[in-house]
T-cell receptor, first 115, second 113 residues
Framework: DTGVSQDPRHKITKRGQNVTFRCDPI?????LYWYRQTLGQGPEFLTY????????KSRLLSDRFSAERPKGSFSTLEIQRTEQGDSAMYLC?????????????FGPGTRLTVT | AQSVAQPEDQVNVAEGNPLTVKCTYS??????LFWYVQYPNRGLQFLLK??????LVKGSYGFEAEFNKSQTSFHLKKPSALVSDSALYFC???????????FGTGTRLTVIP
């Protein structure tokens, strides 16, 4: 257990519904990342926060996706009008400030299935 | 652009034998290289990193990796495999100035008792 938690662990939804995932990072970590991992692939970067500021977004993050980190602590990832192609594992990682910022601590992930 | 290749989807090794999981990379400038392991129903766990310095880096659980700049490789190794090492292993790279990691497709390691 890395200390990063994600909720829910599993989500099954019907196409067209909206879903929201939550990530609680390690408390003293100021950076937070979201990744998506599809079957047979490695994690793909979606977006990155430093404190409450969203500093970078991947082209994978379509306009149906939105992420927030309102108080610089937990983060949420919302997918609107879900599509079957959104089925994946959504991973959150947190990173401490300073020299070890390149070591990312991953949560267990939220597995999304869109039917 | 940065990229990572893990040429083997699956590696099988007998318990007690040495293991190698291969990784090659492509990045502009000096790379930051990482290995992560993923056990079923658990998050990715950091194993080791290469940033600078000695080409042979040691990490968690007895794993080590050798950075080879001329071959642009960063192979993961362990002298004696354990059944508990069976998992999915990911190589990752971070380019200079980048904020995120770029992962390979993963190699499933199975250690046979």
């Amino acid at each position: 257990d890395t200390g990063v938690s994600q909720d829910p662990r599993h989500k099954i939804t019907k196409r067209g519904q909206n879903v929201t995932f939550r990530c609680d990072p390690i408390s003293e970590h100021n950076r937070l990342y979201w990744y998506r991992q599809t079957l047979g692939q490695g994690p793909e970067f979606l977006t990155y926060f430093q404190n409450e500021a969203q500093l970078e977004k991947s082209r994978l993050l379509s306009d149906r996706f939105s992420a927030e980190r309102p108080k610089g602590s937990f983060s949420t990832l919302e997918i609107q009008r879900t599509e079957q192609g959104d089925s994946a594992m959504y991973l959150c990682a947190s990173v401490p400030a300073g020299g070890r910022a390149y070591e990312q601590y991953f949560g267990p992930g939220t597995r999304l299935t869109v039917t | 652009a940065q990229s990572v290749a893990q040429p083997e989807d699956q590696v099988n090794v007998a318990e007690g034998n040495p293991l190698t999981v291969k990784c090659t990379y492509s990045v502009s400038g000096n790379p930051y290289l990482f290995w992560y392991v993923q056990y079923p129903n658990r998050g990715l766990q950091f194993l080791l990193k290469y940033i600078t310095g000695d080409n042979l880096v040691k990490g968690s659980y007895g794993f080590e990796a050798e950075f080879n700049k001329s071959q642009t490789s960063f192979h993961l190794k362990k002298p004696s495999a354990l059944v508990s090492d069976s998992a999915l292993y990911f190589c990752a790279v971070r380019g200079p100035g980048a904020n995120n990691l770029f992962f390979g497709t993963g190699t499933r390691l199975t250690v046979i008792p």
